[in-house]
């Protein structure tokens, strides 16, 4: 995997006198799964803001997709998907007309709309629920629809945030399985958790601490070089040092 889609160089992001990140570099490339861990208050959210050209740096070099994180935000969005872990579809429309809805937001043909939504369905089995209200479905359910929703028009890359909070583990487990196969489709995913054993599941993963990237390899590498176990136990020496 040599071909990068995010570039990062020296990222600064301040508000006011407080720095929220110090300094950032690293690459991430297609079809990687990417794993961005970080305790809360890390700069693990506005990192991806600023990815996902919705925020501008203070200082630093950040390309995504192609383009430059300064003034081609656009296109940047056109070319990326994005789900956040409190839910990014409508819940008073139905399965079919969030399907539809998106579609239009990304700027997909009718006749290309229509037969995503055809394919989607039988993919996901959800030829019963096509009408039903978003409302209506379990959880486990909106974030599978959810997450194929964020990459419905085949985007570059799709930043998951925090994907699987509070679904149980079997659900879990089917959606990192819906993950490794956009991953092969060449679809790079940047995705935050919680769960470190999710993290394992990752090719590469960063650990952010205070505003700054401490620690970037594989799972494998960063058990070994911090004589650890599991990457739990590698992002507790980090976090809470002794």
Known sequence: MNNTVISVHNLVKKFGSFVANDNLSFEVYAGEIFGFLGANGAGKTTTIRILSG??????????????????????????????????????????????ILYGGIYGMSRSLIRKRLIELLAKLRFQEYENRMISDLPLGLRQKLAFS???????????????????????????????????????TVFVTTHYMDEAEYCDRISIMNDGKIVALDTPENLKKQYNAGTVEEVFIKIARPV
């Open 54 to 99: 919705l925020s501008k740096p203070t200082s630093g070099e950040v390309n995504v997709a192609g383009f430059d994180a300064y003034d081609q935000t656009e296109q940047i969005k056109k070319n990326i998907g994005y789900m956040c872990q409190k839910f990014s579809l409508y819940e008073d429309l139905t399965v079919k007309e969030n399907i």
């Open 149 to 187: 929703v964020a990459v419905l028009h085949e985007p570059k890359i799709v930043f998951l945030d925090e994907p699987t909070g509070g679904v149980d583990p079997i659900t879990r487990r089917q959606f990192w399985e819906s993950i490794y196969e956009t991953a092969s489709r060449g679809i």
